[in-house]
C-alpha cells in the first residue's frame, strides 16, 4: 500500500470553528489533491498542489484553503466550518498529474 | 471542463453473472481514463486505467474495460462476479489540468 495517513481519521466540530486535516506520504510524489466525497456526488477536488508551495483550486475550493510547506505534507483548511462541509475527506497523491493516484483511508468530518 | 457520468447508480446482480457497469464522459481534450473500486469505510483503489494504446484494458481481479473515442465510453465488464466484488466503483478523466470522478455506482453481487 502506497504509505499515505490522514490525520484526524474522524473529527466532531461546531460551526464557526476552524478545521485543519493533515496528509502525510511517504512516497515522495509530487502532486497532492484533496477531495471530498458525498452521496450522489463521488469524489470533488477541492484543491490540488504540484509541488512546495504550488497549490491550485479544483471544483469546490470555495471556503476551503490549502497549504504544503514540504513534499510530504498537505493540509486542508476549513477557517470557518459550516454543516455544509460535513464530509469524508480523502487525500491522494501521484507521480503525476495525468496518472493513477493512491488514496489515503480518509477522515469523516462532522460539522454540528 | 471535463465531466464524468456513470449511467446507473445500483446494480445488483446474481454471484457468478457477468456485469456492465457504464461510464460516459465528455472534454474537449485528449482524456485518461481510469475505473476505481471502494470497498465500505476504505480509500479508492485503482482497478484498471487508459493512457493510450490498446482500447481495450484489462485490470486487476477479473475485471476490463473498453475505450470507445467515437461513443466517449469507457464501460467496465466482469464476465463472472463474486460476493466480494460488492463495492462502489467510480470512474474517473483526467486531462487538460482537471479531473473528475463519476457518482459512483454501487455493485451489490447477492448469491
Known amino acids: 500500500d502506497a504509505g499515505i495517513t490522514q490525520s484526524p481519521r474522524h473529527k466532531v466540530t461546531e460551526t464557526g470553528t476552524p478545521v485543519t486535516l493533515r496528509c502525510h506520504q511517504t512516497e515522495n510524489h509530487r502532486y497532492m489533491y484533496w477531495y471530498r466525497q458525498d452521496p450522489g456526488h463521488g469524489l470533488r477536488l477541492i484543491h490540488y498542489?504540484?509541488?512546495?508551495?504550488?497549490?491550485d483550486k479544483g471544483e469546490v475550493s470555495d471556503g476551503y484553503s490549502v497549504s504544503r510547506s514540504k513534499t510530504e505534507d498537505f493540509l486542508l483548511t476549513l477557517e470557518s466550518a459550516t454543516s455544509s462541509q460535513t464530509s469524508v475527506y480523502f487525500c491522494?497523491?501521484?507521480?503525476?498529474?495525468?496518472?493513477?493516484?493512491?488514496f489515503g483511508p480518509g477522515t469523516r468530518l462532522t460539522v454540528l | 471542463a471535463q465531466s464524468v457520468t456513470q449511467l446507473d447508480s445500483q446494480v445488483p446482480v446474481f454471484e457468478e453473472a457477468p456485469v456492465e457497469l457504464r461510464c460516459n464522459y465528455s472534454?474537449?481534450?485528449?482524456?485518461?481514463l481510469f475505473w476505481y473500486v471502494q470497498y465500505p469505510n476504505q480509500g479508492l483503489q485503482l482497478l484498471l486505467k487508459?493512457?493510450?494504446?490498446?482500447?481495450l484494458v484489462k485490470g486487476i481481479n477479473g475485471f476490463e474495460a473498453e475505450f470507445n473515442k467515437s461513443q466517449t465510453s469507457f464501460h467496465l465488464r466482469k464476465p463472472s462476479v463474486h460476493i466480494s466484488d460488492t463495492a462502489e466503483y467510480f470512474c474517473?478523466?483526467?486531462?487538460?489540468?482537471?479531473?473528475?470522478f463519476g457518482a459512483g455506482t454501487r455493485l451489490t453481487v447477492k448469491p
Open positions: 474517473a478523466v483526467t486531462g487538460n489540468n482537471d479531473m473528475r
Open positions: 487508459y493512457l493510450s494504446g490498446s482500447t
Open positions: 472534454s474537449s481534450v485528449s482524456v485518461y
Open positions: 498542489s504540484y509541488g512546495v508551495k504550488d497549490t
Open positions: 491522494a497523491i501521484s507521480d503525476s498529474l495525468y496518472n493513477e493516484q493512491f
